[in-house]
């Protein structure tokens, strides 16, 4: 299953929490009403359009649900575009660049590196330790094989939404300490997201991180030495490339 | 331990299996034998959850499970291996075992209970499951089944894509368990393997149950030995 509504529930988080920062509530529960909004959006995805992406296997299954979160997302970047047309989530984090190992870095940069990498690190010990999170796994490993165990796969991809909604709204708000999140940036979001995921191998927590990080680089690079729509392109050939030589992903398995 | 009455079931509307009925006493073996396409998979499917009956009655201790999707009927106690695997391939053999016990924290007596029915697999304990050989995996998806100390083990064909030999030291190992008091539940094409273990069995043929009785009436039926055993 892909999901390409990610950047839109990500931008909807985001106004979220901009709004509720304008109604003078503090940045952390600000925050996580953000999060709160992003799980609650994945739980509605999976409550209503996803339904019918669930009766369906293998191919089809990736196909309708590409269709259907495009669709999605469609809706709410119009939504948003028309409530909130100037609307920016704008988490600056002030004082001057930190310095680390002789290379100056930002304050904001660094505390969404820190949240993310604390994220991950959470998630893999969620994923590969714990019983909950075995149990999701084997649902996206053979789903007919977790039902014979006795794991209902409905409720573990319903979690799978709600926490991948939750984690959406987390880009969210740890990309807006670094750049201004608004309504336009949903499908970079998503773009980025795509890309990460096809290069890292579907569901591969660790192959994530890698290239999370490795495209990260590349993409700063290429955005200062090239040009930021270039750095785009340059990405996407990436990803083909990645394909390409590596099917399955950086860290994938064949099966 | 398991009545079967009236079972009728298939696939978008087409009945593969035709009013079926059998029983599975407490600390039987009970084998279902039949040669390709009589309906053996079908009738298992239908009776783990993985597909609705189109009529009939499925009992288990007494409750009905008729219609009740696999996920539930794999926590009342009656756990199928199929003849597919449905392993987790990506997941080591550790965690292939530990989610057998799901939601339950695996009990270390029934772990090593496992682990001494196949130290095979203690020797793979991190390797991945897609990486194991045919007889190592059909040990891996019959330990998963044991992980949760089911009452009753339902076996599509165990000796599926096995070895002569891995597939006799698969029955060995069935044994053991029942004579540990564990009901089985089997279905096989190689029936003297079955006939080896079983007390009782039934015949399918083209979806309908056309013999039953022990494991010796069976055997000496000359109708099953031309049949099945190629003897004549």
Redesign the interface.
Known sequence: MLNLGYGQIAVTSAIAVALAMEAGIPILPAAALGLLIGGLFGLFLDLTILRPVYRLRGEARVLLSLLLTLGVSFIVDGFLNWRFPLKTLNLHIGGGAVEILGVPMRRGSLVASAITLATFAGLFVFFGRT?LG??I??VI??E??????????KKMLRLILVLSGVLAALVAVTRSMVAPVDTKSGLSITVFALIVTVVGGLGNVVGALLAGIILGIVNVIAADFIGSYISLIILLVAAAVTILIRPAGLLG?K? | MLEVNGLSAGYQGNDVVHDVAFRVHQAEAVMIIGSNGAGKTTLFKTLCGLLSPSSGKVLFEGGDITGIPAERIARLGMRFVSAARHLFPRMTIEENLLLGAYPNKPEPETMSIVLDLFPRLAERWRQRAGTLSGGEQQMLAIGRALMSNPRLLVLDEPSTGLAPLVARAAYEALNVLRERGLTVLVTEQQVPLAMAFCDRGYVLENGFIRLEGTTEQLAANLAVRSAYLGVT
């Open positions: 019983s075995r149990a796994r084997s490993e053979d007919e094989g977790a039902r014979l165990i006795g794991i209902d796969p398995v099966e």
